[in-house]
């Protein structure tokens, strides 16, 4: 064969200096060289001499890293190899090195998505941010200037200590997303923005995951057996959930569960891409799944197909109800000096009320469910009592009924008969696999109580293969307790326990009867209020935005909302109920904005109308943390450009979905001018403490002061004075946390270290370990954390996580919920006003106006929210713009036709799209039955004509019930009852654009 000679020149030629343009100095480019030049440096001692040769070059590198991605593609914490040369990473590949846990299951393995192998593309993109910029033509304007980072950060500096001195520390408002840019990157930022007293949005509301209803129910949402537990369900009802597109790398434990013998059955009103997949598609109206799944409880009753064991034991439906006022019978009521929020059974042996024990779910009786009895009071008088299991079954049958529910939910009687027959036979290995489009309806708790009453009428909780979950951020506290630590190291972790231990004995201490879950909720409690100043941005938004127009507009909410949402949302204020959570006051102007791993106006909710027109107009500083251009960024005034996730050190968040530690490793410097958000917020900090000095000003004191029994927890932070306002004089050093110059591995090694003191990491574990195994398995949950304490479980080695077992299981230790039990009964006076006391069905508001068409969506499958969205390979397979789901029929009564341009619209706003005509979408069925648009979302606004995307035209309602903050387990906490503002099922037309 005759030997091929390459020159250097016709070579770029060809190539169009693609390579070229990659080795250029890590993309930083080299100093004003022109194209031709570099090349001649990256060909210098290149010698070709055939194809073989490159594709031999194609498999050598100069180093192999481990990395994972630092987004909330929940559950995430896929390890990858990371492959690099010449400064430039080139090719991932799955790591595939998961251990087997449980002999009898599938392991975990390779675990990867498209996205993971296409973040070496992504990292290099062309909107890669590279360099500290500032807006010099207007927000939005698109007009920027490079500037460097001791403008940058002098000048953000100058504009916080502005808002110190004239709105105080509440007025510099944080916003974070889950995770996204690094666990121990988030805690960086979040260090910072505790030191200056900042208001934290809590990020649960403003992402809109929380999943109400199973809170409501089980008084926390943040429990989930691990993937691996899904193999061993034997009826897996994928509802509100499609994980087709959203957990590939997990997917296979659906498909090898239906190999062990499970049915997969999906329940949406679209065909969606997973429904394709199932055995069974059950249909049903948008946003009327309670009525399916009362009906499907109607049927298990009135057949005898249910638990009563189960259900005696665990749940409130043996609890007793006052007939006269429908409020639960309470101690109080029926023996002088007992308690008001302890309960009543019926005695169904010796005919009498006997007390439910506060600290344990084993039975002092067999307490009737069915009946109606009579209780003598304190005072003499009798009331007639019922347990709730008979309210129950009273409205089921004379509501919900197959027939009478198919009305509601469109779905055949057959049809709930059949599924009804499938979850008694699949009795105790039911799994609901639902994600967080049911949170996302106005009525979306409604939905997931009746989900968790399926479930707990079949036994259906702490055993394998079944259960219910909301999401779980934890298992790694060592991480998070560098919010607050005062420098690395073991010796600080083994002083800073104690104190926070001095907290938890409290509770234990006040109430022998609490658990220590519930001792953590309430330390939490105070962490939140007093410590980290993480609150819920309702009061920001209803305050200072035009949130607040659309909330008042009664006409958007339930019919049964029966008076103004102003009206209760005043008592809500004046009754005290979220006291030190209103930041910044009414009277406080927002001063200063900034964000991390979080991309709020593609996110927030009508985010032009909402926030773009009036509060955005009120800060004067906005910032972001950013590794490219997002929309958010373009609408801002200061970028910071962060290094990328195989640029830094850190994991991904932690979570007991996937139960395993995730490491990332640093296998190339930064691009350009990109810096860690650790070592941005060590500059930053030095510039804020310099600016303060230079004024003479230091000391600033917070609208909002903390607790006084819980001042001296306060003044634990050196950044705090005896009076516990906030001290910037000494900013610095408490931000660099004793670290030696800029020397990040010491603080990676810290976070692993005193998680293994903290219990959830096993000996052993540094970042030698890590960065030899790239992986390690969480062993054990911390009572310092609330959040890892949901599970409610003891992590075993060889099997899967299961969650609730502490409930279920030998130990039955009541759950955190107001009456310590699964609770289905909510006797607040605003859910007996609404008729929600107990599970039931509501129509969609027709939240927009009344328009023939529901908007609704999910995570599309080409990027992990926007953060792929320009990548450009994935764009490539598909349209490369947005586009909406459209049925046929509902697109030709419309003259619309495949790729037409519309205008989606309502009385809120509207925004222009292309269609994609599909007969999966929901068609419309006459004005009392709404047709279906489905857009994915994640599309940058910037995608849109005028920048406007389907965010526009949601006006982003709360429902008046989570204004409630004062009835046991419904009071806020960290990613908990944080009043979320909804985004599925909104009223829309459509018309040729």
């Not at 090349?39 to 481990?66: I, M």
């Not at 914490?77 to 009898?104: M, T």
């Not at 037409?900 to 009392?928: C, M, Q, T, W, Y």
Request: charged fraction near 25%; aromatic fraction near 12%.
């Amino acid at each position: 064969m005759k030997e091929v000679k390459i020159s250097r020149r016709a070579f770029l030629k060809g190539t169009g200096a693609t390579i070229a343009l990659l080795s250029l100095n890590s993309l930083g480019f080299l100093g004003g060289n022109t194209i031709a030049n570099a090349t001649e440096k990256v060909f210098e001692d290149w010698k070709y001499s055939g194809w073989e040769h490159l594709h031999r070059e194609e498999w050598t590198w100069d180093k192999v890293t481990y990395g994972t991605h630092l987004v909330d593609c929940y559950p995430g914490n896929c390890l990858w190899r990371i492959y690099s040369k010449d400064g430039i990473v080139f090719r991932e590949e799955q790591a595939a090195k998961y251990p087997v846990i449980d002999p009898s299951s599938p392991d975990f393995n390779p675990r990867g998505c498209q996205k993971g192998a296409s973040y070496s593309i992504q990292m290099y993109n062309p909107d890669r941010l590279k360099y500290p910029m500032k807006q010099v033509g207007g927000r939005g304007s698109g007009k920027w200037k490079r500037i460097s980072w001791d403008q940058c950060l002098t000048e953000i500096a100058e504009g916080i200590v502005d808002g110190l001195e004239s709105q105080g520390p509440e007025s510099i408002i944080f916003e974070n997303g889950p995770g996204n840019g690094g666990y121990i990157h988030v805690m960086a930022v979040h260090r910072l923005a505790v030191a200056l007293g900042a208001t934290v949005l809590d990020l649960d509301s403003t992402i809109g995951d929380f999943n109400r209803g199973i809170y409501e129910t089980f008084g926390k949402f943040e429990f989930m057996d691990s993937v691996d537990g899904w193999f061993f369900g034997k009826l897996l009802l994928i509802w509100h959930m499609n994980p087709v597109y959203t957990r590939i790398p997990s997917y296979h434990f659906i498909s090898e569960a239906r190999y062990n013998g499970a049915e997969i059955v999906t329940i949406a009103p679209d065909y969606s891409p997973s429904a394709m997949h199932a055995d069974e598609f059950i249909p049903v109206e948008m946003g009327s799944d309670a009525a399916l799944g009362l009906a499907v409880c109607q049927v298990l009753i009135e057949k005898g197909w249910i638990d009563r064991g189960f259900v005696k034991e665990q749940s409130d439906l043996p609890l007793l109800v006052r007939m006269d006022n429908g409020r639960f019978l309470t101690a109080a009521d029926i023996e002088k000096g007992a308690r008001s929020d302890q309960f009543c059974f019926w005695d169904s042996k010796k005919n009498r009320v006997v007390k439910a024990p506060l600290e344990t779910l084993k039975l002092p009786c067999d307490p009737a469910l069915e009946g109606t009895y009579t209780a003598t009071l304190v005072d003499g008088t009798t009331v007639k009592v019922r347990p709730v299991f008979a309210k129950l079954k009273e409205m089921l049958n004379r509501e919900y009924t197959p027939e009478k529910a198919s009305e509601k939910c469109r779905t055949h009687p057959d049809m709930i008969r059949r599924l009804a027959k499938k979850c008694y036979k699949a009795s105790g290995h039911i799994q609901v696999m639902v994600g967080w489009n049911s949170p996302k309806y106005y009525h979306g708790d409604l939905i997931e109580r009746v989900m968790c009453l399926v479930l707990t009428l079949t036994g259906s909780f702490g055993k394998k293969g079944c259960g219910i979950r909301g999401w779980n951020e934890s298992l790694f506290e060592g991480a998070f307790s560098q919010i607050f630590k005062k420098e690395i190291g073991m010796m600080t972790m083994t002083r800073q326990l104690p104190i926070m231990r001095r907290v938890w004995d409290k509770f234990k201490r006040e109430d022998r009867t609490i658990t220590d879950e519930m001792a953590s909720i309430a330390m939490e409690k105070v962490i939140d209020r007093n410590l980290v100043n993480y609150t819920v941005p309702a009061f920001l938004y209803y305050n200072h935005s035009d949130y607040k127009k659309a909330w008042d507009n009664k006409a958007w909410h339930c019919p049964t909302m029966k008076r103004e949402f102003a009206d209760y949302y005043n008592e809500a204020v004046s009754k005290g109920w979220w006291d030190g959570y209103i930041k910044p006051a009414k009277d406080q102007t927002p001063t200063v904005y900034f964000w991390m791993g979080t991309n709020p106006a593609r996110k927030n909710r009508g985010w032009l109308n909402n926030i773009y027109g009036s509060l955005w107009k009120k800060y004067k500083t906005i910032f972001g943390f950013e590794t490219r251009w997002s929309t958010t960024l373009l609408y801002g005034d200061y970028a910071l450009p962060c290094a990328g996730f195989y640029e830094k050190l850190d994991t991904r968040f932690p979570t007991p979905h996937v139960p395993w530690l995730t490491l990332t490793d640093r296998a190339v410097k930064p691009i350009g001018e990109a810096k860690t958000e650790w070592e941005i917020c060590l500059m930053l900090a030095e510039k804020i403490e310099e600016v303060g000095k230079k004024r003479g000003k230091t000391k600033f004191a917070p609208k909002v002061p903390p607790q006084d029994e819980f001042r001296w927890y306060t003044r634990q932070l050196d950044v705090r004075d005896k009076d516990c306002n906030v001290d910037i004089s000494s900013l610095a050093k408490w931000q660099r946390m004793g670290v030696k110059g800029n020397d990040f591995d010491q603080v990676m090694d810290d976070a692993l270290q005193s998680s293994v003191i903290m219990g959830n990491l096993p000996q052993g574990t540094n970042l030698e370990y890590m960065r030899k195994e790239g992986i390690v398995r969480f062993i054990n949950t911390s009572i310092y954390d609330p959040v890892s304490m949901n599970l409610a479980t003891d992590i075993k080695p060889d099997e899967p996580i299961i969650p609730l077992t502490w409930h279920t299981g030998e130990k039955k230790l009541p759950y955190p919920t107001y009456n310590r039990r699964i609770q289905f009964y909510i006797d607040h006076p605003w859910f007996l006003e609404a008729g929600e006391a107990l599970p039931v069905h509501k129509d969609n508001p027709k939240i927009g106006g009344k328009y023939p068409l529901r908007i609704t969506s999910g995570h599309q499958r080409w990027s992990v929210h926007s953060i792929w969205i320009t990548n450009e390979q994935l764009l490539r397979t598909h349209q490369g713009r947005p586009f909406m789901f459209m049925n046929p029929e509902d697109a030709a009564k419309r003259g619309i036709k495949d790729g037409d341009l519309v205008r989606v619209f309502n009385d809120f706003d509207s925004f222009k799209v292309h269609v994609k005509i599909a007969p999966g979408a929901r068609p419309e069925k006459g004005a009392a039955k709404p047709g279906q648009v489905i857009i994915y979302h994640a599309w940058e606004p910037f995608m849109f004509p005028e920048w406007k995307s389907y965010d526009a035209a949601i006006p982003g309602m709360i429902k008046w019930l989570d204004l409630v903050n004062n009835y046991g387990h419904l009071n806020y906490w960290r990613w908990n009852w944080c009043a979320q503002p909804i985004d599925r099922g909104i009223s829309v037309e459509v018309e040729k654009a």
